[in-house]
């Protein structure tokens, strides 16, 4: 397969994402333990079967935590990556916010805990707590618990993660954070300057790439051109993010617009699968389809969602790994994409 690539980035960014354990761990529940030689037997199996580059969800929570657990977890990670020559793509994550509010995960108590009622449980978070949580976030009004700007206490923990794996040979660059959200048109602007902040400083430690996200937002007249408005004022060793659940042709679209519009910035695409309804699938047929799209969309790699030793029992898509005899080993859906690749 060849995938379109600018010449600042040669090498195909072809894999999956991967879920760690101390990277992983919620603050507010407890968090599953993986089998044994997790890490290890999994990038072992990467490098057998063509995979190049893997994301690598950590998050901010687990930092917070315990930052040596979570160090040494991303440490074994990186060693792990290097070993297998697998490079890696370090994504700052969150999803539904943080375990403080309800089942998500990302922004940590010391942020939240000041501003909302502790509501862990098996739930999504209360859609207004959410909305007022990133209204408060993008407007620069959230303080953690000892009076420092959460911007800048964001910037703290980046840093020192970047500082751990920067000087890896199989480090390839790092995610600023994961599908940023946002419930005010106004606020399309304010994810820029969000993203020029955390750029412009993390340059200063690393020259790897950094990549920035889709804004997730939850206006519904949503489009291309109010998306160019999160895009950071540098664009030299800068890669775009977009996230296609599924990458329909309609999606793919929207997605490569973006990154026309934004002076034609890589486009990158870090999650993808067939969808996230209760149940959903995916055949062969479709993975080859898939990659066939992204190599006509001019895409510089991609990566599936997900490699996890917990299984997600609600979206079967989502589950490219299993447990047996507690050994993790390739499951029926990496085993299509690994076939829609050869072919």
């Known amino acids: 397969m060849h995938f379109i690539l600018k010449k600042d980035f040669p090498t195909k960014l072809v894999g999956i994402n991967f879920h760690g354990y101390r990277s992983a761990s919620y603050q507010n529940r407890p968090t599953e333990a993986p089998p044994r030689n997790y890490i290890e037997d999994s990038f072992k199996i990467f490098a057998a079967n063509g995979i190049t580059c893997v994301r690598v969800a950590f998050y901010w929570e687990s930092w917070e935590l315990n930052s040596t657990q979570c160090l040494e977890d991303l440490d074994a990670i990186a060693q792990a990556a290097d070993k297998y020559d697998v490079m890696c793509i370090y994504d700052n994550h969150q999803w539904e916010c943080s375990s403080w509010i309800g089942s998500g995960i990302g922004m940590p108590n010391s942020v939240l805990s000041r501003y909302y009622e502790n509501r862990t449980g098996g739930h999504l978070p209360n859609y207004n707590i959410k909305k007022d949580f990133w209204n408060k976030w993008w407007n620069r009004k959230i303080k953690t618990i000892g009076g420092v700007d959460g911007w800048e206490a964001q910037l703290y923990y980046l840093k020192d993660i970047i500082n751990l794996l920067k000087n890896r040979k199989s480090t390839f660059g790092f995610e600023v954070l994961n599908e940023p959200e946002i419930f005010n048109i106004l606020h399309y602007r304010q994810v820029g300057k969000y993203h020029d902040c955390m750029i412009s400083r993390l340059r200063k430690i690393t020259d790897k790439p950094l990549l920035f996200c889709w804004v997730l937002s939850h206006m519904v007249f949503d ?117 829609a690749l050869k072919n």
Not at 295 to 317: H, K, M, Q
């Open 223 to 339: 489009n291309p051109l109010l998306q160019t408005l999160a895009r950071p004022t540098k664009k030299d060793n800068i890669i775009y993010d977009g996230h296609p659940y599924p990458p329909s042709v309609t999606r793919m679209i929207y997605f490569r617009l973006i990154s026309l519009l934004m002076r034609n910035i890589p486009l990158y695409i870090g999650e993808f699968n067939s969808g996230y309804s209760r149940g959903t699938t995916l055949t062969e047929k479709q993975f080859s389809t898939y990659i066939r799209r992204f190599n006509s969309f001019g895409t510089c790699g991609c990566a599936l969602w997900r490699w996890s030793y917990v299984e997600d029992r609600n979206i079967p898509a989502f589950n490219l790994a299993k447990v047996v005899k507690g050994i993790i080993q390739p499951g029926l859906y990496f085993n299509y994409f690994l076939n």
